[in-house]
């Protein structure tokens, strides 16, 4: 009833396609765009905690809500895994996040919480557990016109799914780590110099902070690169900071390198190295 | 740096709050507590699609491909001419945030899992010449940002092939793509 006139102008437009067909895509219709707060999240014990969400689009949005798993490997990547793939942690992980609602429409300006607790069984052994919640605007279905169609020979039309992942981290019972940073080195990098060191990690936590790097003397670090996580899969993590040729050069000689939980945390010190930057 | 006040939506839960400090203070001198929390936020928008522009597909084509990089760059090979240009941009995407930190840019993996565009009109016909395949994403962040300036935008590129029996009309797609606090 519909289709069939429309096959006839699709006809019409591929005799026409044929001499040079011309696709221009659809202007961006930015619907979807979100914030959500807090970045990180650490629960332990019993009581949960919320996450926001807010429609910051000019139009209205549907968000799906979900659970996805990731692995840090040694450089501070997080790869994604599939879930037919957890290990027993990641599925005990995945199982024991509570959270609603799992979709939420908003309309623009708009800010809704998302309540999430954990419940580990009470077999689980000591540990940190960790999922990572994805926030993803779900694309309204677009309706083809006829004069669409007719209109534009050929187009392609791409839609990106966009949206943010924050990692939800559980601890359970007694977890520690110990933590220490090697003697770091200025490589070339493909951007010029960087600053090399690993941070080693042992024990049942993550650990998260800055790196800063001050030189005696020098009131201010030289170097300060926040967020850094080192998760419990991974030992030790390799960690590159990029220089500028300045900073490399001031950076030579004497240094202490301090690996600091964030201010807002209280800014505790979790491992430091004295050395003789090279 | 985005920060965001849960007081401004959680206007309950502060006023809970504040009514349990007046609760546990109530003997001698009235007390209140006044809290804001202040939250790190996230945030990502998207500012312009992936486009391919006009692309020339002459009857009998044998086929080919055709690339948007990163910065928006495009490139034809094989039986297929890129139109007049000016159309073709990259996708591009602002993300926001706490400043010093890392965040990382994930895009799906379409080498491994195949994106096909499909034609709007004959929607669930798996015909060659009703489907175009995404076989790249690229974005000019090269993954991300190991330390973060608090807002930055990033490019997303992407390659396409066509066999060269494509019938005129829409082609429809779609891909992830997602930013990663760790």
Same mark, same amino acid.
């Given at each position: 009833?519909?289709?069939k006139? !429309?096959r006839?102008l699709?006809?019409?437009a591929?005799s026409?396609a044929a001499f040079?067909?011309?696709?221009? &895509?659809?202007? #961006?219709h930015?619907?979807?765009? !979100?914030?959500?707060a807090?970045?990180r999240v650490?629960?332990d014990g019993?009581? +949960?905690t919320?996450?926001i969400?807010s429609n910051i689009? &000019?139009?209205?949005a @549907?968000?799906?809500?979900?659970?996805?798993?990731?692995?840090?490997?040694d450089?501070?990547?997080l790869?994604?895994?599939? =879930?037919?793939d957890a290990n027993?942690? $990641? $599925?005990?992980?995945l199982g024991?996040i509570?959270?609603?609602p799992?979709r939420?429409?908003?309309?623009?300006?708009q800010p809704?919480?998302?309540?999430?607790? #954990?419940r580990p069984?009470a077999e !689980?052994p000591?540990?940190?557990?960790r999922?990572?919640?994805?926030? =993803? &605007?779900?694309p309204?279905?677009t309706e083809?016109?006829?004069?669409d @169609?007719?209109?534009?020979?050929?187009?392609?039309?791409?839609i990106?799914?966009?949206g943010i @992942?924050?990692?939800?981290?559980?601890?359970h019972?007694?977890v520690e780590a110990?933590v #220490?940073? @090697?003697?770091?080195?200025i490589?070339?990098?493909?951007k010029g110099?960087?600053?090399?060191?690993s941070?080693e990690?042992?024990?049942e936590?993550?650990t998260?902070?800055a790196?800063?790097?001050v =030189?005696?003397g020098l009131p201010?670090p030289?170097?300060?690169a926040?967020?850094? #996580?080192?998760?419990p899969?991974?030992?030790?993590r390799?960690?590159?900071?990029?220089l500028t040729?300045?900073? &490399?050069?001031?950076?030579? +000689?004497?240094a202490?390198?301090?690996?600091?939980e964030?201010?807002? =945390?209280?800014?505790?010190?979790i491992?430091a190295?004295?050395g003789?930057i090279? | 740096?985005?920060?965001?006040?849960r007081?401004?939506?959680?206007g309950?839960?502060?006023?809970? %709050?504040?009514?349990m400090?007046?609760v546990?203070?109530?003997?001698?001198?009235e007390?209140a507590?006044?809290?804001?929390? /202040?939250?790190? %936020?996230?945030?990502?928008?998207n500012?312009?699609d992936?486009n391919?522009g006009a692309?020339? /597909?002459?009857?009998g084509?044998?086929?080919g491909d055709v690339t948007v990089?990163a910065?928006?760059v495009?490139t034809c090979?094989?039986?297929?001419i890129?139109?007049?240009?000016?159309?073709?941009h990259e996708?591009l995407?602002?993300?926001?945030?706490?400043?010093?930190?890392s965040?990382?840019?994930?895009?799906?993996?379409v080498a491994?899992?195949?994106v096909?565009?499909?034609?709007?009109a004959n929607a669930g016909?798996?015909?060659?010449n009703?489907?175009?395949?995404l /076989?790249?994403?690229?974005?000019? %962040?090269?993954?991300?940002y190991a330390?973060?300036?608090?807002s930055?935008?990033f490019g997303?590129g992407g390659?396409?092939v066509?066999d060269?029996?494509?019938i005129?009309?829409?082609y /429809?797609?779609?891909?992830?793509v997602?930013v990663e606090y760790q």
């Amino acid at each position: 009833m519909f289709l069939k006139p !429309l096959r006839n102008l699709t006809t019409i437009a591929a005799s026409f396609a044929a001499f040079g067909a011309l696709s221009i &895509a659809t202007p #961006a219709h930015a619907q979807g765009d !979100l914030l959500v707060a807090p970045t990180r999240v650490i629960l332990d014990g019993s009581r +949960g905690t919320e996450v926001i969400l807010s429609n910051i689009g &000019a139009d209205e949005a @549907t968000y799906r809500i979900g659970l996805e798993l990731r692995r840090m490997t040694d450089n501070g990547r997080l790869e994604p895994v599939e =879930k037919v793939d957890a290990n027993d942690t $990641e $599925e005990a992980a995945l199982g024991m996040i509570r959270y609603a609602p799992r979709r939420i429409s908003l309309p623009p300006g708009q800010p809704q919480s998302v309540r999430l607790s #954990a419940r580990p069984g009470a077999e !689980l052994p000591d540990g940190e557990y960790r999922v990572h919640m994805s926030f =993803k &605007a779900i694309p309204r279905p677009t309706e083809v016109t006829q004069e669409d @169609t007719q209109a534009e020979g050929v187009t392609l039309r791409l839609i990106p799914i966009y949206g943010i @992942t924050i990692p939800i981290i559980v601890r359970h019972g007694d977890v520690e780590a110990q933590v #220490a940073l @090697t003697q770091p080195l200025i490589v070339q990098g493909e951007k010029g110099p960087e600053l090399a060191l690993s941070i080693e990690r042992a024990g049942e936590s993550s650990t998260y902070g800055a790196l800063s790097i001050v =030189k005696p003397g020098l009131p201010d670090p030289i170097v300060l690169a926040g967020g850094i #996580a080192v998760y419990p899969e991974i030992g030790s993590r390799e960690v590159r900071i990029n220089l500028t040729e300045e900073q &490399a050069a001031l950076l030579r +000689g004497p240094a202490r390198i301090e690996y600091r939980e964030l201010e807002e =945390k209280g800014g505790a010190l979790i491992a430091a190295v004295d050395g003789v930057i090279g | 740096m985005t920060k965001f006040l849960r007081t401004a939506t959680a206007g309950v839960a502060l006023f809970a %709050a504040v009514g349990m400090g007046t609760v546990a203070n109530a003997q001698v001198t009235e007390t209140a507590d006044a809290r804001a929390e /202040v939250l790190a %936020a996230l945030q990502l928008t998207n500012d312009d699609d992936l486009n391919f522009g006009a692309i020339i /597909v002459n009857n009998g084509s044998t086929g080919g491909d055709v690339t948007v990089d990163a910065t928006g760059v495009r490139t034809c090979s094989g039986d297929v001419i890129c139109g007049p240009g000016a159309a073709e941009h990259e996708a591009l995407f602002t993300v926001s945030g706490a400043a010093n930190t890392s965040v990382a840019i994930l895009l799906e993996d379409v080498a491994t899992n195949g994106v096909t565009l499909r034609h709007t009109a004959n929607a669930g016909s798996a015909a060659a010449n009703h489907n175009i395949e995404l /076989v790249n994403l690229t974005d000019s %962040a090269a993954g991300g940002y190991a330390s973060f300036s608090g807002s930055e935008q990033f490019g997303v590129g992407g390659r396409i092939v066509l066999d060269g029996s494509e019938i005129a009309g829409e082609y /429809v797609g779609q891909f992830d793509v997602t930013v990663e606090y760790q």
